[in-house]
């Protein structure tokens, strides 16, 4: 496979429920990101990990817990969740290169997301 | 303060026309990069076209372009003969040294939904 990929693509859990989603690069990247998409909200940053290390934390709620084993997969453990956390999650990954000026090789690729319902 | 505006909540355009989605943003970083990503019905963001601060030139990819204008703080996204499947929701991001989401993240505007019609 190539790109980012995202698993599961939809995901309907209780608020009780403990969950996980995965994402998986294969860009050769060093960064990766989650971020969430509301419904009439922009794109909101949650976790950045940056070899392996977390640099980034968004005053993301703990019920959304972070994992990165190695560069190439990235996941967030989902746990008593409310109603208003139902949201596209997406995940994405960069090159990551500290201290230069921005330029193209910053972009960032996504995968196709998850789709979460939290009843 | 939003970063990164997008005024057009929705565009219909006539197939084969071209269209122009507006971005203006705010950074008072020299180095900062702007981006165009294109959100199909299936939720995946599909990058488009890249332009940096300091690029004398407007990005240029197939038939995407960006008219950068940097003194007004605009980088307006410009597809040319648009076809059906350019129906979408398009957004603009910007990364700077001090985005929002610290210095990695991109800031995202509200976006702009696309459609065109036959």
């Known amino acids: 496979e190539t790109g980012v990929t995202q698993t599961p693509r939809h995901l309907v859990m209780g608020m009780t429920n403990k969950k996980s989603l995965k994402c998986e690069q294969h860009?050769?990247?060093?960064?990766m990101y989650w971020y969430k998409q509301s419904a009439k909200k922009p794109l909101e940053l949650m976790f950045v990990y940056s070899l392996e290390e977390r640099v980034e934390n968004n005053s993301v709620p703990s019920r959304f817990s972070p994992e990165c084993p190695n560069s190439s997969h990235l996941f967030l453990h989902l746990h008593t969740l409310q109603p208003e956390d139902s949201a596209l999650y997406l995940c994405?990954?960069?090159?990551?290169?500290?201290?230069?000026?921005?330029?193209?090789?910053?972009?960032?690729?996504f995968g196709p997301g998850t789709r979460l319902t939290v009843l | 303060a939003q970063k990164i505006t997008q005024t057009q909540p929705g565009m219909f355009v006539q197939e084969k026309e071209a269209v122009t989605l507006d971005c203006t943003y705010d950074?008072?970083?020299?180095?900062?990069?702007l981006f165009w990503y294109k959100q199909p019905s299936s939720g995946e963001m599909i990058f488009l076209i890249y332009?940096?601060?300091?690029?004398?030139q407007n990005a240029t990819e197939g038939r995407y372009s960006l008219n950068f204008q940097k003194a007004r703080k605009s980088a307006n996204l410009v597809i040319s003969a648009s076809q059906l499947g350019d129906s979408a929701m398009y957004f603009c991001a910007m990364r700077d040294m001090n985005s929002g989401g610290g210095a990695d993240g991109l800031t995202f505007g509200k976006g702009t939904h696309l459609i065109i019609q036959p």
């Open positions: 332009q940096g601060s300091y690029d004398q």
């Open positions: 950074t008072s970083d020299p180095s900062y990069g």
């Open positions: 860009l050769g990247h060093n960064a």
């Open positions: 994405a990954s960069s090159l990551r290169r500290t201290g230069l000026a921005v330029n193209r090789w910053d972009t960032q690729y």
